[in-house]
């Protein structure tokens, strides 16, 4: 029988994240939602939901750029990690389609998308070629970690607006670029994945006593672990560390990380696997038994219930980045924050200031930018270039037509994600 | 305690096993290839994804066209025969295709100029299972789903992977079988020592030569096919599997069918019990031992070419 979650109602609550803002809307929109305000009082909240479209005659009444926005997306359209690439690029091209349909930024300025691979030798050259050579006005994209940290600080050093759409790392913003201008993410650190696990593990399974883990060695999967034990020894959580197993990325073979935990017995074990590693795992643990008496906590698995519904066994407990579960899969939730991030940035700039924002005004726009997505209230906090998002939790529920999470728990944003004014590293150190 | 010990270490046994036999398979296609044809194929391990992927179809299929219809045994039997009959036949078609098309124009160049050209091939073929299977992770276990598990020692082991290895053995014997007792296995070691001396005692080496090169891309093909209910494919996984069919090559010796198992078997069991007591080390593990061996014997472990 599988365990079932048991929240506090403090700090693990029962339920769907609530997708409006957690105070009322004025409240709100007083503190960190002036964007809102301003994009509000305007009228230019969703450009592509028709009708809220602008032209220069509703806002400042500034010169529009006649010629059209040049936007680079970059994404693994190949190879392992396609799995979260191809979906964004499709669900962007969609989305710029909308938003075009609709008149284009401020009713008036279409964009003009261009995709590219991230499956490149050389992320830092391509990076430079298109922000120097091919003169993109703004550049979307990054699956990879490791990507991100390596373009991140290029991107303050050339000055371009970039916009990280997936990538967890929280090296991101806490060591790869400590003072941001141009580099902004619109998804939530793994933070809320890492500490909202552990913080699961705290407040809703009381009968677990040993943890494991298995995660992919490289930035990514080393800063989830690194943050999941962390997190464990901040809330001072009862529970042993028996196993820590980092495997190469990409992995078939998960067989013998299989047997040393199975030796090991943990009762729960974190994972940040995903693609085809954390299939390969879920099926060849699955024959093996391993999950008879483990609970797996896979943080950001929840694509596999699409990709292949037939691998994944009922009762295993999955983690959602943000509250967007429910409304579609990560890399239409991921893309739709972001591209609607920058529109939304650059409509609130332009009708403040009553004039084209360039690079530095919309970087001011983006920060504490918040605004009502169709999935949900994206959060920039104002001092901030991260969104924060609250931590998601359920188990797999095999039952219905499709796969959907049983039971779900979730945590506030501000309870996994650091303040701005501090790393996630001193915040959970002060804990 | 020896309960304990056996708990502990047969599983590893029995996934180094696995491993090895879908590096046999994968192996020995590539150093027959090479060592008889003189044709060093980098897109060989290609064909071992290709046959994932179609056994996800076959399987896919199969069990949407009767699945619902028949009893467990008969749907598993169905399955048998389409994962080692139909899908070794399907990329065996492919490979013969390719083969006239692309390969034979280089079979004349010098090795480098064969590594660039099947690197691109590997690229291509890459790019072309995307554009029919897509770049999601693809799965389909139901063969080892109606196979099932057994309990060892207290430790619970697919029946799919014992399945796999048991064929492979069969496999290995009767490929040791054709090259020391049939006509066109003695044809094919001559053709390796010379094929020019061959065809001047009348014998077609052309259809020799194609019938060995099919021999090998199908078991690069039933590699797949065993491998598939056990883990998903995605694209990009041809590259991994190119580099452990010349760990393969390299450890077991050129045209060596000796060599192959040797080394597949060397390399399962030290990346499994590598993977589980030195984890830090699961990938460089085997290119140590290549580079050991290398040291040690420069032609292989059953290589017998002048180094």
């Known amino acids: 029988m599988r365990p079932s979650l048991e929240p506090d109602g403090d700090v693990v609550k029962r339920g769907v994240p609530p997708v409006e803002p957690p105070v009322d809307r004025r409240t709100f929109l007083k503190g960190a939602g002036a964007a809102t305000v301003a994009a509000s009082l305007a009228g230019c909240n969703n450009p592509a939901a028709g009708g809220g479209g602008n032209n220069a005659s509703d806002g400042g009444g500034g010169q529009i750029p006649s010629e059209p926005l040049r936007m680079a997306t970059i994404a693994f359209t190949s190879g392992p990690a396609s799995v979260f690439g191809a979906p964004m690029m499709r669900a962007a091209r969609m989305i710029v389609e909308q938003i075009n349909d609709n008149g284009g930024i401020l009713g008036e300025r279409t964009i003009e998308m261009d995709e590219f691979d991230e499956n490149t030798e050389d992320v830092a050259q391509q990076y430079r070629r298109l922000a120097t050579q091919e003169n993109y006005d703004i550049i979307l994209g990054y699956v990879s970690s490791a990507n991100a940290l390596t373009v991140g600080p290029i991107a303050e050093e050339l000055e371009q607006p970039t916009i990280i759409w997936d990538t967890g790392t929280t090296e991101l913003f806490d060591n790869a670029i400590t003072d941001p201008q141009y580099v902004f993410r619109t998804c939530a650190s793994s933070s809320t994945d890492a500490v909202g696990a552990a913080l699961v593990l705290d407040n809703a399974l009381s009968d677990v006593g040993t943890v494991a883990g298995v995660n992919q060695d490289y930035a990514y999967g080393r800063n989830n672990w690194d943050l999941f034990t962390r997190a464990i020894e901040a809330f001072g959580i009862d529970v042993e560390v028996v196993a820590s197993r980092f495997t190469p990325f990409p992995n078939e073979d998960f067989s013998s990380t299989i047997a040393a935990l199975n030796d090991s017995a943990p009762d729960f074990i974190f994972s940040s696997l995903w693609g085809g590693d954390l299939v390969n795992f879920i099926t060849q643990a699955n024959d093996r038994n391993l999950f008879a008496n483990t609970l797996p906590c896979f943080s950001g698995g929840t694509h596999v219930f699409a990709d292949v519904p037939d691998q994944v066994p009922d009762g295993l407990l999955f983690g959602a980045r943000g509250p967007h579960f429910p409304y579609g899969i990560l890399g239409w939730n991921s893309l739709h924050e972001e591209l609607y991030a920058y529109v939304h940035a650059v409509e609130r700039a332009y009708n403040l200031n009553g004039e084209y924002p360039n690079s530095d005004a919309w970087a001011t726009s983006m920060e504490g930018l918040g605004f009502d997505s169709a999935s949900g209230f994206v959060d920039i906090p104002a001092g901030s270039h991260n969104a924060v998002e609250p931590s998601f939790w359920g188990f797999s529920d095999t039952g219905g037509q499709n796969i959907s999470l049983r039971d779900p728990v979730w945590i506030a944003k501000e309870q996994v994600n650091p303040p701005v004014d501090k790393t996630t590293i001193e915040w959970l150190d002060s804990l | ?307």
């Open chain 2, 1 to 307: 305690m020896v309960a304990q010990v056996l708990s502990q270490q047969v599983p590893i046994v029995l996934n180094a096993l696995f491993l090895a036999s879908v590096l046999f398979l994968l192996g020995t296609g590539l150093s027959i290839i090479y060592g008889m044809l003189n044709f060093l194929n980098l897109a060989h391990a290609a064909f071992l994804i290709l046959g994932a992927y179609v056994s996800a179809t076959v399987i896919t299929e199969v069990v949407s066209a009767v699945g619902g219809t028949v009893g467990g045994g008969v749907l598993l039997v169905v399955l048998l025969v389409g994962l080692l009959v139909v899908v070794p036949a399907i990329v065996s078609v492919v490979g013969l295709t390719m083969e006239r098309t692309l390969f034979k124009p280089i079979y004349g160049l010098e090795d480098d100029y064969q590594l660039l050209a099947t690197f691109g091939v590997i690229l291509m073929m890459e790019d072309g299972m995307k554009f029919i299977w897509g770049g999601q992770p693809v799965s389909a276990t139901r063969p080892s789903t109606l196979l099932g598990g057994v309990e060892l020692f207290g430790s619970t082991f697919p029946l799919w992977t014992l399945f796999a290895t048991g064929v492979t053995a069969v496999i290995a014997a009767t490929l040791y079988y054709f090259f020391e007792e049939t006509r066109l296995g003695k044809i094919t070691l001559a053709m390796a020592e010379n094929d020019e001396i061959v065809g001047v005692a009348g014998i077609d080496t052309r259809s020799v030569h194609l019938k060995v090169y099919v021999i090998g891309v199908g078991l690069a093909g039933l590699g797949g096919a065993l491998y598939l209910p056990n883990a998903s494919m995605t694209t990009g996984l041809s590259l991994q599997f190119v580099i452990l069919a010349f760990a393969v090559l390299v450890i077991g010796g050129l045209g060596s069918l000796k060599g192959a198992i040797a080394a597949a078997l060397l390399i399962g069991f030290v990346r499994s019990f590598g993977t589980y007591y030195v984890p830090q080390l699961a990938l460089a593990i085997v290119f140590l031992l290549m580079a050991a061996v290398m040291l040690i014997k420069p032609t292989g472990l059953f290589g017998d070419i002048k180094a």
